[in-house]
Every structure is written in C-alpha cells, then in structure tokens.
C-alpha cells in the first residue's frame, strides 16, 4: 500500500513537472523580443517591451530562466499579476470560494439526480422511466453548458423576474446569505444539469452490469427482496465506478468552472483564468493552469486510493 | 453416422442465379441507414445547413447586408438598441446594427469547416497511429496508450486556454487543438480494435501466405476498421463544432469579430432581454447542427451494427 | 517415399511476462517441448492429442508463424524459412468464421495468395480464382459475395481454395473440421482426401477426434503436453496402442468400430494435464499413468528409435493387458487423484460407445 501510493505520488509529481515545463516552454521559448511582444500585444511601445524583458529577465539564457521559474514555483511563488501588481497567489485564493462553493453545491445536486436518474433507469430497462430518462440524458449531452446556462438567465430575467435570480459575482454565505444563494442557484443547476447526465447515464449502465451478476441471481434465487437487491446488492457494488468518477470531476472541476462562471459571471478560478487570457495577464495564467493541473493529479491519486478499498477485487501490488 | 455415408448427402449450394453479386457489408448498411427516418431527416438537415454555409454570400448580395457592416440607421431603433426579425433583417439585427441572418450563414461555415476539417485531421492521423501501435506492439505502444490516457484524462479547454493565451487565437490553431483532443479519442478506439483483430485467424491467415504487416494491416485491418471509425467520426464533428463554439463563447476562439456561433451568441449576452432571436437563432442552429449529427453518428452506429448483421445476411 | 518435411527436436516457449515498463519474463509456456518427426511426401500424418497439448502450436511453428525458440525444421531439404517455401507450404485454419476477412470478397480472399507473390495478371487471377472454386466446389460465380453469405462448410472450401492457389506440396490442416457439423466435416475431409488424390498433396493432420485423423491419416502421432509420445502407422495405432495414454485416448473416443469397442474397456483419467509452465519431471505423463513406476519420475522416456511403431514409455502395454488393474505402484508426490478405472458393464458414467 506505501509503496503503490509512493509510486502513484511520484508518477504525479511527474506529471506536474511535465505541465510545469509545457507550460513554461509555451510561454518562454523564443526570442526575448518576440516573447515580450507577445506579451505586451502588438500594438505596446519600444520601452513597454524593454521594460518587460526587464522585469522578467527575458534577456537570460532560456535554462536560466526555467531554473528560477521551477525555484519559484517549488516555493509557491507564482509571480505577480501584471494588471493588479498583486501577488498571483492573492487572486487566486480570491477566486477559490467561488469555485469551491459552486462545486460544493452542484456536486449534492447532481449526485442525487444522477443516480437516482440512473438507479430508476436500471430497474426497468426500456421501460418508460427508463426512455424518459434517457431523453433527458440526452438532452443534457447535447446542450452545450453555455447555451444552457444563457437560457436560465433569459428565463430568470425576462420570464419569471419574481424569483430574483440572476447572474452575478460570487458574494460569501457569510456576509449575505440570500444573495449568496440568488447568484449560486442558477449555477448549481446549470452545472448540475450537464454533470447529472453523464451520472445517469454511468450509474445506468453499471447497474446493468451489476444486476446482471451471478450473486445477484442468487440473491433473486433465495428470495430476497427486490428493493434489498437493488439497494443493498447492486447499487453497492455499482456506485464504485460512480465514485471513481465523480473523485475525477471533482478534480477537474476544481481546477476551474471555466464556461459556468463565464455565463453567470461567478468570479471563480475559471474566471481568473479567461479574464487573465484576454487581458495577456501572463502570470496569472500560469499559476491557474498549474494549480488547476495539480488539483487534477491529486483528485486521481485520491480516486486510486479509495478505489482500492471500494473494490474487493483490486489489491495493490 | 459413419463419415462416408455422410458424405454422400450433398451439400446445400444456392442454386444458380444470373448474375451473382453479393450485397456487401457496406451495401447493406447503406439499407439500413436509409430506412432509419431519424437519421435520413439528420442527414437533410446537416445537407441543407451545408447549403446555406456555401450560400452565404448569395444571401448576402440578395439581402445588400455583408456579414461585417454595420447598419446603425436601419439596424438599430431610435434608442440604439437592435431591430427583430423582419423584412430588411430576416432575423433581425444585432447589436451593432450588422444582419444576424447573414452572420449565423458565415457562422456555419466557421462551424463546419472547424468541425470537419479537425475531424477529418484527427481521423487520419488516429487510424494511423492506432493502427500501427495496436498491430505493432511492444513499447512503442506501451508509452502511447499511457500518453493518450493522460491526454484524455485533462480537461481539454483549459489546455485550450493556455495554448490559446501562449499562441494567439484562430481558428487554425484552434483546428488543430480539436484535432488533438479528438486524435486521441480515435487513437485509443481504432488502437483498441486493431489489437483485437490482431489475434483473429484471417491475420494469421494472411502472415501464412507470405503477406508483409503493413500490407495485412491495410488490406486485412482497415476494412474492418471503417465500421467504428466512421460513428466515431460522426460523433467527433459536433463534438468538435460545440468545442468550437464554446471557445468563440469565451472570447478565444476566431477574431472576435469574425461571425461564429459563439462569438454572435456572447455578443447577445447584454441584449438578448430586449431582442430575444439574438439568443434563440444562433442557440437553434447550434443545437440544431450538433443535434443532427449525434443521430445521424447513432443511426450509423445502428446501421453498422454487427449484431444487426445476421438478420439482414440471406442464407 | 522420401522426407518432405523433417522437424528436429524443435521446442517453442512462449514467456509469459509481468510488470509495465520492463516486462520481465516469469515464466513459459513450455507448449511444444522437443518434437521430432518426419513427413514424407504424398502421406498424410494425422496429429492428435487433447486440447492444450501443443498440436496447433507445433501447426503454427512449421507453417512459420511463430519462430521456433530452439531445433530446426527442414522443408524437402533446405531450413525453414528458405525462398518458395511461403509457396509450398500452406494452412488450412480451424475456424471458417475466424480465419476470413468478414469485410473482404471471397474472390479476392481467395486470390490473396496470388497477389502477394505478383502472380499472373488481373484477368489471369481472376481465371485461377474461378478455376480453384470449382476445383473445391463452389459455385464460381459467387466470386463476388462476402463470406458471410456462405454456410459454414462453404467458407472451409473457400479456405482449401485459398491455400491451394498457389500449388502447395505440403499443407497443414489445423483442425479443419472441428469447428463443422458432422454430416459437413465428411464432405470437407472427402475433399481434402479427393484433392490429395488429384493434386499429389502431402497433409499434416490436427485433430483431436480419433475417428477422423484415423479416416484420413497414413500415420498419427500423440501428442501430451508439447511432447509425442507415439506415433504409428494408422491401423497400428488403433489396434494396438503402446502407450497408455493412447489407450487412454482411445476408449474415450466414441470409434465407430465394433471390433475396438467390443474389447474396450474405459479408462478413466483423473486429474488435470498438468501446468505447461512447469510440466511434470521425467515422463510427462506420469502424474496420471495408471502403470507409473518410479522409473518413470526419474528418467524422461524417449521415443524408441527402431520400427514404424515408436512409442514412449518404460512400460509400453502389451496387447490384451487391462490397464488400470493393479493399484499405481508409487506414491505420487502430487496430491492430485491418480487415476480411476471402471470394468465394462459397471461404468458409472454413462456409456457413450454406441454413439
């Protein structure tokens, strides 16, 4: 068990390194005038680029420069936001309620919806529950997030103003408990609509399977309870690929809503990270995408681990 | 039964026909496919959408409204806000007074050809390299599946994002982001076939007359490759499209003032309570384009289907 | 008649390996574990043994699909592998489903061979195509169809028709008729009989039903755990097995022979074939031999080298010996059960001669 973990923690911070120096290479290879211009967009004076070659020692060897980055980056140093002048770690912790809460929130939703959703399909197999569903699923697959979450607003706003929904930056449970929730609900469901489907429809088809295993055919032979087989027999079993998921989308979702909080104008990392590719805001950038990168690495690394103790049948070499 | 008297019962041989030529496998799908209302109605549907894209510029000389001009006298009401639907502006005007009719046709050409074209991309390369990894072996294709599964396991529009704000949008780099993201789709897929055809008695068949691999892997594999290569293909384009779309959404797609479907739908963000088409028209052809090929992509899957197969196959 | 095919001590292991990146090999598969015989031109020698004994494995390795790990093979005198030699030595595959393309015409099935070796011209295949599907007996002008159009017996005639394209001298039949209806495999091995006949063809034979290696066979070699352990003129061999694990074979085999089955009394084998990846020490098949001494935990027996009737064992059985008599004279380390015999007339298993 120490050593699979040891492994699975090397092999992530592998994986990190590789971004880390992706990430770097993308932004720094290349002559320090065009690296600046690109930086300072096209249209920047002759003194603006020196200024930033400067400041981030654009003049450098490349190898240099990567050293300090890495240096950096091992101290938590993310560099500071060229359009704020502050600290890249400041705005992000700005940013991560925002994000956490979404979701926090979304993740309750679509968790009871979709395997519900996908428990109630399974029982019934092409009965009309399980074609409903299924039409739902696939609604929520083929309507792209952004879409989705502009109808809502649309909704809100012009149909049924009363409910004093709308969209709008993020405003801690703390300070204002009801325009807290006024600016999360839409989000909520507008991320829980589109995860809830890919719930269904994997809680569906591991039901499926599960209900078509032998130990379920003895349960069903010895008499029990149809409802103690779903629940107690086949769900069980089932949701291990459901929890493997879901530890994976928690991960990447961590990383950044990036469509949902655009729609709704939710500052979360997502956010951030458009708001900093629009403005050129390089250091910004970097330290989201690093941060988003590890949040994914970790949420798998968790998802190994758990899955270990969910499923009898893999043991950890 | 003893072998020899068996042996006298002749063997059932179709009787003659005039002229015998076999309904393929792809024939017969062909069939099928075109007995399925859902998908034929798709595939008009995309058929006229592929239309209206090459029409764009018909439309425009017989509207007077170029895609990019702006029409603020006519456009836009005394308050400056954007006219409906009417007889000037079929579909109304945006928020700067320029034709949404006319705009959502050269939205479509940017959606297929972003669509096709990475599609077209990532198939190519895919096949190539599945084919190669998954008949070849060895650690070659060790190292790729790992590769490929750390690709897919990354949220792709947050490395769009980062390429995006390291390169500098367009739309041929954001052709080639899709098609790298897809590529490792088809990858995985035709890697994962090609391994299993590899172990069947017609490859063995083919090494013992002497065939050379990439001969087999052409003649003997690619055809039986073409089955789910082509739903994978049809579900890849409006994948893609939606990919697309999503990242003109955000500002990071096309120029932004190149008329896409995302880029006029972020544009009616502020507008869109007072001229509610500048959400819903673009929002139908959307849902309308990916919707048409995802049944189009089942309804070949259905066609296809090898299960299916046996009860279409005359004895 | 002189040597066609010659196969010296040939072994093939297969490793079975672990781990990722390194794949460090922890064991083999000791499926054809030093195999000698000799196939000579015109003859058919009929292979037999049960599942997993290494008798498609050693199809495979004189066909040249899979490299041998050590021995030679020699084909009408020059080493496996020489030039003409992917001409003149064909296979026939077990499975006519598995072993055609399902996506590709029977007619440019059946003139692979052709192209591959640039024979002939388009017009001249397609002639040869058509010549070589009467030749089998299928009708020439279904040359365009798919082989899913065809019945089970039809695809087996389209795979004799793919491997006789090229005029072979030897073919080897990998259980061609396993995978067919009865009343289907006699017309399929009528065929392959009438073809040798007509085209001076030499066979090499893989079954594990008895009755038809003995229908078309000259010779038959046994085959138990990658090893021969006898091989015998046709006849010989059924009417008096050496080794006991022939004898074995023989009275499970429903043979449709009065005279054999009237004398035969079923010997059962208990136990499992022991693991190919560490095959039993000594003679191979001492862990359930009902005559097992401790010679034979100790030394290997080798094919006795005089005569047409080679046998291996210590022990070979005499003719009108009853097997399975006396209780097994050692203790065998294993605890696997020996071997359990019942007399005729009181089988508790249910009697399958009159099959």
């Given at each position: ?5 040891l ?12 971004v880390?120096t ?36 654009l ?27 502050t ?5 992000i ?6 994000t956490?809460?979404l979701?926090?929130?979304s ?39 952004f ?63 599960t209900?078509?295993e ?6 069903r ?12 027999h086949?769900?069980?079993a ?12 928690i ?30 805001d390089?250091?910004v ?15 798998n ?17 | ?17 005039a002229?015998?030529q ?5 024939q ?11 998908a ?12 209206l ?60 050809l ?32 790992r ?14 994002i ?11 780099l ?25 172990e ?12 050379g ?98 009860l279409?196959?005359?004895? | ?8 001590d040939?072994r ?5 390996r ?16 030093g ?59 077990q ?7 399902p ?34 007996g ?47 495999q ?24 008895l ?6 066979s ?12 006898e091989i ?7 009417k008096v ?70 046998a ?27 071997v ?16």
């Amino acid at each position: 068990m120490t050593r699979f973990l040891l492994r699975r923690i090397l092999f992530g911070v592998l994986v990190l390194w590789l971004v880390a120096t992706t990430v770097f290479l993308l932004f720094f290879a290349g002559p320090a005038d065009s690296v600046a211009r690109r930086l300072a967009g096209p249209r920047a004076p002759i003194e603006v680029i020196n200024q930033i070659k400067d400041t981030l020692g654009l003049n450098r060897p490349l190898w240099e420069q990567y050293v300090s980055f890495l240096g950096n980056l091992l101290h938590g140093d993310l560099g500071i936001s060229f359009i704020s002048q502050t600290p890249v770690t400041t705005l992000i912790v700005q940013s991560l309620p925002g994000t956490l809460w979404l979701v926090a929130g979304s993740a309750v939703l679509w968790m009871t919806a979709g395997i519900t959703g996908g428990v109630i399909s399974a029982t019934r197999p092409r009965g009309l529950r399980d074609r409903v569903t299924t039409v739902l699923v696939l609604a929520g697959i083929s309507v792209p997030t952004f879409i989705l979450g502009m109808l809502m607003i649309y909704l809100a706003l012009s149909v049924f103003p009363w409910f004093g929904l709308g969209p709008g930056p993020y405003i801690s449970p703390l300070v204002d408990f009801r325009g807290f929730l006024q600016v999360m609900i839409m989000p909520w469901v507008c991320l829980a609509v589109v995860q809830a489907a890919v719930y269904v429809r994997l809680t569906r088809g591991s039901m499926l399977d599960t209900l078509g295993e032998d130990y379920i055919r003895t349960a069903r032979a010895k008499g029990a309870p149809e409802h103690r087989i779903i629940y107690r027999h086949g769900l069980r079993a089932a949701l291990t690929p459901v929890i493997t998921q879901f530890g994976v989308d928690i991960g990447t979702l961590l990383g950044g809503v990036v469509v949902t909080e655009s729609v709704f104008g939710l500052q979360g990392l997502g956010q951030l990270m458009i708001r900093s590719v629009r403005d050129g805001d390089l250091p910004v950038i970097i330290g989201a995408a690093i941060l988003a990168a590890a949040f994914i690495v970790i949420a798998n690394i968790l998802v190994d681990v758990a899955y270990s103790f969910l499923d009898p049948r893999v043991r950890l070499a | 039964m003893s072998l020899t008297d068996a042996a006298t019962e002749a063997e059932h041989v179709p009787e003659q026909v005039a002229v015998v030529q076999g309904k393929g496998p792809w024939q017969l799908a062909w069939e099928r496919l075109t007995r399925d209302r859902a998908a034929m109605v798709s595939l008009g549907v995309i058929a006229v959408i592929v239309l209206l894209a090459v029409l764009a510029p018909v439309f425009a000389a017989v509207t007077g409204h170029d895609p990019q001009e702006q029409f603020p006298s006519i456009g836009l009401s005394p308050q400056g806000l954007p006219i409906g639907p009417g007889s000037g502006f079929w579909l109304g005007a945006d928020s700067l007074g320029r034709d949404l009719f006319v705009r959502l046709l050269y939205g479509a050409r940017i959606s297929l050809l972003v669509g096709l074209l990475s599609t077209l991309l990532a198939t190519v390369f895919g096949v190539v390299v599945g084919m190669f990894a998954g008949f070849y072996g060895g650690w070659v294709d060790g190292v790729l599946a790992r590769v490929l599964d750390v690709v897919l396991s990354f949220p792709y529009l947050l490395v769009a994002i980062v390429l995006v704000a390291a390169l500098g949008a367009g739309v041929p780099l954001m052709i080639f982001v899709i098609a790298f993201f897809s590529f490792a789709a088809m990858a995985r897929v035709v890697r994962g076939q090609t391994i299993a055809y590899r172990e069947r008695e017609f490859i063995e068949a083919a090494r013992s007359l002497g065939a050379g691999k990439v001969r087999t892997m052409f003649v003997d594999v690619l055809p039986n490759l073409i089955a789910p290569v082509t739903v994978l293909a049809t579900l890849l384009i409006p994948t893609s499209i939606v990919f697309e779309a999503t990242l003109s959404f955000l500002g990071l797609g096309v120029d932004p003032r190149t008329p896409s479907w995302g880029a006029i739908l972020a544009d009616s963000i502020d507008f869109f309570r007072v001229s509610p088409g500048l959400l819903i028209f673009p929002a139908a052809m959307l849902l309308l384009t990916t919707l048409a090929f995802n049944l189009l992509g089942d309804g070949i899957r259905d066609a296809l289907d090898p299960r299916s197969d046996r009860l279409h196959t005359r004895k | 008649m002189s040597v066609l095919l010659r196969v010296t001590d040939v072994r093939k292991y297969f490793p079975i390996r672990e781990g990722l990146f390194f794949r460090k090999e922890v064991g083999r598969v000791h499926a054809v574990d030093g195999v000698s015989l000799e196939v000579r031109a015109g003859e058919t020698l009929g292979i037999v043994g049960e599942s997993g004994c290494g008798k498609s494995t050693l199809a495979r390795c004189i066909t040249g699909l899979y490299p041998v790990t050590s021995g030679s093979i020699e084909f009408d005198g020059a080493p496996l592998g020489a030039k003409g030699f992917r001409r003149d030595v064909q296979m026939i595959f077990q499975d006519p489903y598995g072993s055609l393309n399902p996506r590709r015409r029977i007619g440019s099935i059946i003139a692979d061979p052709l192209v591959i070796h640039r024979i002939g011209t388009k017009t001249e295949r397609r002639r040869r195509v058509q010549e070589l599907m009467e030749l089998v007996g299928l009708n020439p002008e279904h040359y365009n169809r798919f082989p899913a159009e065809f019945s089970g017996g039809q695809r087996q005639r389209i795979g004799i028709a793919r491997a006789l394209a090229l005029r072979p001298r030897l073919v080897v039949c990998d259980e061609p008729v396993s995978a067919l209806d009865v009343s289907i495999q006699a017309q399929v091995i009528n065929l392959l009989k009438d073809l040798q006949a007509e085209l001076g063809l030499t066979y090499v034979f893989i079954a594990h039903d008895l009755s038809v290696v003995r229908y078309v066979s000259d010779r038959v070699a046994v085959m138990y755990l990658g090893r021969i352990v006898e091989i015998a003129p046709g006849e010989d061999l059924y009417k008096v097995p050496k080794h006991p694990y022939t004898n074995a074979l023989l009275s499970a085999a429903s043979v449709a022979d009065p005279d054999l089955s009237a004398r035969r009394e079923r010997i059962i084998l208990t136990g499992d074939v022991p693991s190919p990846i560490s095959p039993p020490a000594g003679c191979r098949f001492h862990t359930r031999c009902p005559k097992a001494m401790p010679r034979c935990v100790a030394e290997d027996p080798r094919l006795t080298p005089e005569g047409e009737h080679q046998a291996a064992c210590h022990f070979p059985v005499q003719p009108g010996e009853h097997l399975g008599a006396e209780t097994p004279q050692i203790q065998q380390e294993s605890t696997e059960p020996t071997v359990g015999r019942t007399e005729s007339g009181v089988d508790d298993e249910p009697d399958r001669r009159g099959d």
